[in-house]
């Protein structure tokens, strides 16, 4: 195969299908068939909103499993056949940010985001992963592949937010939107020992899965403030933790530090987007002297990231699948649920494809 098809932003606002040749295996890297892939809001932020500036023919897509098709000369641990999980990021892992522990930010602020952001995506018959024995993992058996997708982003950015924000044992947490991101926020907070926890969000299906996923409070933002709905139901406290899992630049950052209690924190996740500016109110945040702290970072990448993912699953802890609320099957189909994604019906959490290509 010399030249593969891809689906590729083309430019701000425009998308298609795209013909490039198969990328260069390098000694420490991979070439991947993907057999399982799944469209992001993010995909969303960078054509339809230009989050991360123009991209031209870009081959767009971060979540996917797939099939070693080919490895380099330094490669230990795959082979051609072995079906592996991509993680999203994929550091550098001989970089100095990734030696300070922050591999997501390897080369450059948010470096460790390759695909679809300076380099191909998933959303092809063919990708280049760097570094492949260190960010591959195996799918292990007992692990679908459209749950080990969800694995690549979705839970370990929402599993991240609500490692970031520093939760108690048995202390209150709030997360704010219960799309896949807040969901998976409110799956690692249960795992972690979160006491009462309020998910923030209205879409039936989700409400559904974030109870599944260990949700005591539903918070409906349709019927006042969120904070104001914490503070009745927990007789003025707050919390101790909040995860930004969605909303909006207005007013959610707002109501997230009104919800914190003294010396809880503020953990985001949510990809911000569609303004210059996080308002943050002086007041409420003690003129910036509350103690309430303000975390946030990237989805953590790298194999040992998706082994430890896929073992929470395979030893019941969560299911990942239980994000997964429309299949696709073909190629062709990436387009539609990239627009899938992009309309957000109600009834949606997460799309997946499934691929057969040889």
Request: charged share 25%; aromatic share 6%; with cysteine.
């Given at each position: 195969?010399?030249?593969?098809?891809?689906?590729?932003?083309?430019?701000?606002?425009?998308?298609?299908?795209?013909?490039?040749?198969?990328?260069?295996?390098?000694?420490?890297?991979?070439?991947?068939?993907?057999?399982?892939?799944?469209?992001?809001?993010?995909?969303?932020?960078?054509?339809?909103?230009?989050?991360?500036?123009?991209?031209?023919?870009?081959?767009?897509?971060?979540?996917?499993?797939?099939?070693?098709?080919?490895?380099?000369?330094?490669?230990?641990?795959?082979?051609?056949?072995?079906?592996?999980?991509?993680?999203?990021?994929?550091?550098?892992?001989?970089?100095?940010?990734?030696?300070?522990?922050?591999?997501?930010?390897?080369?450059?602020?948010?470096?460790?985001?390759?695909?679809?952001?300076?380099?191909?995506?998933?959303?092809?018959?063919?990708?280049?992963?760097?570094?492949?024995?260190?960010?591959?993992?195996?799918?292990?058996?007992?692990?679908?592949?459209?749950?080990?997708?969800?694995?690549?982003?979705?839970?370990?950015?929402?599993?991240?937010?609500?490692?970031?924000?520093?939760?108690?044992?048995?202390?209150?947490?709030?997360?704010?939107?219960?799309?896949?991101?807040?969901?998976?926020?409110?799956?690692?907070?249960?795992?972690?020992?979160?006491?009462?926890?309020?998910?923030?969000?209205?879409?039936?299906?989700?409400?559904?899965?974030?109870?599944?996923?260990?949700?005591?409070?539903?918070?409906?933002?349709?019927?006042?403030?969120?904070?104001?709905?914490?503070?009745?139901?927990?007789?003025?406290?707050?919390?101790?933790?909040?995860?930004?899992?969605?909303?909006?630049?207005?007013?959610?950052?707002?109501?997230?530090?009104?919800?914190?209690?003294?010396?809880?924190?503020?953990?985001n996740v949510n990809y911000l987007s569609g303004a210059d500016n996080v308002l943050i109110p002086r007041v409420e945040w003690g003129c910036g002297m509350s103690n309430i702290n303000i975390t946030n970072g990237l989805c953590p990448g790298g194999a040992v990231r998706m082994e430890r993912l896929a073992d929470l699953a395979l030893c019941g802890r969560q299911d990942p699948e239980l994000l997964?609320?429309?299949?696709?099957?073909?190629?062709?189909?990436?387009?539609?649920?990239?627009?899938?994604?992009?309309?957000?019906?109600?009834?949606?959490?997460?799309?997946?494809?499934?691929?057969?290509?040889?």
């Open positions: 195969m010399a030249t593969f098809k891809g689906f590729a932003m083309k430019r701000l606002n425009e998308i298609g299908w795209v013909e490039k040749e198969v990328p260069e295996c390098g000694p420490m890297d991979a070439i991947i068939k993907p057999t399982c892939v799944s469209p992001c809001t993010s995909d969303i932020h960078t054509v339809w909103e230009g989050a991360i500036g123009d991209r031209r023919d870009m081959i767009l897509g971060h979540e996917a499993v797939g099939e070693v098709v080919e490895v380099g000369s330094m490669v230990k641990k795959f082979k051609p056949g072995d079906r592996v999980i991509v993680p999203a990021i994929t550091p550098d892992w001989d970089d100095e940010a990734a030696q300070r522990g922050f591999p997501s930010q390897t080369t450059e602020p948010l470096g460790g985001w390759k695909f679809s952001n300076f380099k191909d995506g998933v959303f092809g018959e063919r990708f280049h992963v760097n570094m492949a024995d260190a960010n591959l993992t195996f799918i292990p058996d007992g692990l679908s592949d459209e749950g080990a997708c969800m694995l690549t982003d979705m839970w370990s950015t929402g599993m991240m937010g609500s490692e970031n924000a520093n939760i108690p044992l048995g202390g209150t947490v709030l997360v704010i939107g219960i799309g896949a991101v807040g969901l998976s926020a409110i799956a690692g907070a249960k795992c972690l020992g979160a006491g009462r926890l309020f998910a923030a969000g209205t879409r039936p299906i989700s409400v559904e899965v974030a109870k599944k996923y260990g949700a005591t409070d539903i918070i409906n933002y349709k019927n006042g403030p969120i904070d104001e709905q914490v503070r009745e139901l927990t007789d003025g406290a707050g919390v101790d933790s909040v995860v930004i899992a969605g909303g909006n630049l207005e007013n959610t950052w707002a109501e997230a530090i009104k919800s914190a209690k003294a010396g809880g924190t503020v953990s997964v609320t429309h299949k696709f099957k073909g190629l062709e189909k990436i387009e539609d649920a990239l627009l899938l994604m992009k309309d957000k019906p109600k009834d949606l959490i997460k799309p997946v494809v499934m691929l057969d290509i040889d």
